[in-house]
């Protein structure tokens, strides 16, 4: 398993999820599993980039908003 940052491309508005954290085999299971648990990226433009274990690193700052 590897670990992959998935990230909305769309616009982005307040409460929107726009960005996580994903453990998955490959890319195309990351996204897939992205899309199913947001509804915010259901339909929406992803960019999925794995994530490097090797370097220190702050992975994610993100908040969806109240």
């Known amino acids: 398993m590897k670990i992959f940052s ?9 409460c ?3 960005s996580m954290v994903v453990i998955a085999k490959d890319e195309l299971h990351a ?4 899309r ?3 509804d915010d990226f259901k339909k929406a433009k992803l ?6 274990l090797d370097t220190e ?5 993100a908040n969806t908003g109240a």
């Open 16 to 18: 929107m999820d726009y």
């Open 47 to 52: 960019e999925v980039t794995e994530i490097n």
């Open 57 to 61: 690193q702050c992975v994610l700052v």
């Open 36 to 38: 199913l648990n947001s």
């Open 6 to 14: 998935v990230n909305k491309k769309d616009k982005i508005s307040w």
């Open 31 to 34: 996204e897939r599993c992205a």
